[in-house]
C-alpha cells in the first residue's frame, strides 16, 4: 500500500519511526516531513498528505501532531478526505470498519510509540464495512452541498 505520512514539530521522532515500521511491513513510504528541530504549522502538512490521497499518489496517509486534533481538522477540509483521531486500536479499527478512514490521525504527545504503531496496524489491516456506505455517501453529499453554497 502507498502511504503518505507527515507531522509537525511535536512529533517528528514517532513519525520517523512509524515510517520505518510501515516500510518493514512492506508498505511504500512518502514521508513528507517535517524536519526534527524546525517549527513548522501542521495545517501545511496536514494538506500534503491530504492532497496525495486526493490526487491518487497515495493510497491512505498519516498524521502525527501533539495531540492529533490539529491536523484532523485541517485535512477534513479537503473535499475527499475521511480523516479519523483515533486514541487506541479500538478507534483505529473503526475509523477503517464504520468510516473508510484514509487518513489517520495521532496525537504524538498523548501516545506511546507501541499504541501509535497499535494504532495504524489495526487500521491498516481492517476491512471497511459496506453496510456504513450510505452513511459515506451522505457525508460525501454534505462536502458536495456546501462547497456549491459558497460558491452562490
Known sequence: MRIAIASDHAAVELRQELA???????????????????????PDYAE??????????ADRGVLVCGTGI??????????GIRAALVHDV???ALA??????NILCLGGRVLGPVTLAECVTAWLTTP????HQHRLDKVTALERNNASERGK
Open 90 to 92: 479500538t478507534t483505529a
Open 70 to 79: 490539529g491536523m484532523s481538522i485541517a485535512a477534513n477540509k479537503i473535499p
Open 128 to 131: 471497511f464495512e459496506a453496510r
Open 48 to 57: 500534503q498528505v491530504a492532497s496525495r490521497i486526493v490526487d491518487g499518489q
Open 20 to 42: 520505518e515500521q510501515l516500510r518493514a511491513a512492506g508498505h511504500e513510504v512518502a514521508d513528507l516531513g517535517a524536519e526534527l528541530g524546525v517549527r513548522v504549522d501542521y
Open 96 to 101: 477503517a470498519a464504520h468510516n473508510n478512514a
